[in-house]
């Protein structure tokens, strides 16, 4: 058999068995149930005076990371579609004003007096925290989250999680699909040119909204 002709069935044949391995994935994707949080703490229903709450900015340990330039906001806005509380956003800005530093992480020690001076500069009866525990921006995309919902006046835990979200996975993989159905996404997606799976904005979207629908009712 000719070279050529040998290197033509390899080709071949490496064509077949990405297709049997693409096959078999699509096939272990249909049957996963979507991605659900289990590592979390949620009191059974927060208390009716918990109606405002401020949230501050994502903490990450690498402060130059290009996710902290969108996911401040993209965090606010899916808490605040969950329509439980009103929601008070702190800008890093502000934070500095305020507490001399951008970004607070929920496991190192606060600045001095931090829940009473946020409570009386927001009138907020909570704050949310939100940790990036881990971020990797390309394919399979992956977002580790450690939020905590805390009470002003207790410093109690109203709620809690701690998840990794790694699209390699198949539950999480049905999970972005399923949120990909969504209209309000498919615009975002055809504004960032990129699905769910795609797009480490879009997928920090579907994070922020699989985490948030975790939390407590007042």
């Known amino acids: 058999m000719k070279p050529r002709n040998i290197l033509h069935l390899c080709l071949l044949l490496f064509v077949f068995l990405c297709s049997c391995r ?3 994935q699509e096939k272990i994707v249909a049957q ?11 009191i059974e229903r927060l208390p009716s005076y918990f109606n405002r709450v401020a949230v501050l900015p994502c903490h990450y340990s690498d402060m130059d990371s290009p996710i902290l330039e969108y996911v ?18 702190l800008k890093p800005a502000q934070m500095r004003e305020i507490f001399g530093v951008e970004r607070v992480a ?17 009138g907020a009866n909570g704050v949310l925290f939100v940790d990036l525990d881990s971020y990797r921006a390309y394919r399979p995309i992956s977002l580790g989250v450690r939020s905590k919902l805390v009470d ?11 998840e990794t ?14 949120f990909q159905q969504k209209s309000q996404v498919r615009a975002i997606s055809a504004k960032t ?5 795609h797009s480490p904005r879009v997928f920090a979207k579907y994070v922020a909204t699989t985490c948030f629908s975790t939390m407590p009712n007042r």
């Open 32 to 42: 996963a149930e979507p991605f659900a949080p289990r590592n979390l703490y949620p």
């Open 22 to 24: 693409r096959f078999e």
């Open 193 to 197: 040119s990129g699905s769910v799976l």
């Open 106 to 122: 929920s496991n190192l020690p606060l600045p001095e007096n931090f829940l009473r001076r946020l409570e009386e500069t927001t």
């Open 165 to 178: 979200f790694d699209s390699g996975h198949a539950g999480v993989i049905a999970g972005a699909n399923a």
């Open 152 to 162: 002003l006046k207790t410093g109690e835990y109203m709620w809690a999680i701690d």
């Open 72 to 89: 401040d906001e993209i965090f606010h806005q899916e808490l605040s579609q969950e329509r439980i509380f009103e929601t008070v956003r």
